[in-house]
């Protein structure tokens, strides 16, 4: 299997609320092989996502996706706290000149079931504090 194990942290709001409540979510990535990883160009992802008051520490399943060069993509669903089916949305653009910028931050959207856009999210990842346990977590 190949996979490795991440955590963003950030915030979210609903409608066009700032972006002020906290979020977070942690994924394990896995593909069966590295041949499965290259043919389809995505992942499976399984975890949790927190977003107080909305979706407090909810199961999350969907993809990790790699659909060109440069666009990484996370697409997820989860249950919010009244049991309805949502999603999160977002993509990393990649670009060499903002590396680690590009890298570390992802803006998303919260979704409902119909593709209906409830909110916005922004996450980032903590390179001082989990890049350790992130390269640790990486299986080939």
Not at 20 to 42: E, K, M, N, Q
């Amino acid at each position: 299997m190949v996979g490795f194990r991440e955590t963003m942290t950030g915030g979210y709001g609903l409608g066009d609320d700032d972006v002020g409540a906290p979020l977070s979510f942690t994924v394990s990535a896995h593909a069966p092989t590295l041949g499965a990883l290259v043919r389809r160009r995505s992942l499976e992802l399984a975890g949790e996502l927190h977003a107080a008051g909305f979706a407090d520490h909810r199961p999350l399943r969907g993809e990790l996706s790699f659909p060109r060069p440069g666009i990484i993509r996370y697409d997820f669903g989860f249950p919010n706290n009244d049991g309805v089916a949502c999603r999160f949305f977002g993509e990393k653009r990649v670009r060499l000149l903002h590396l680690l910028r590009t890298m570390t931050e992802l803006d998303g959207d919260l979704r409902d079931a119909s593709g209906r856009r409830l909110g916005r999210a922004r996450v980032r990842f903590d390179i001082r504090n989990d890049l350790g346990r992130f390269l640790r977590s990486f299986s080939l």
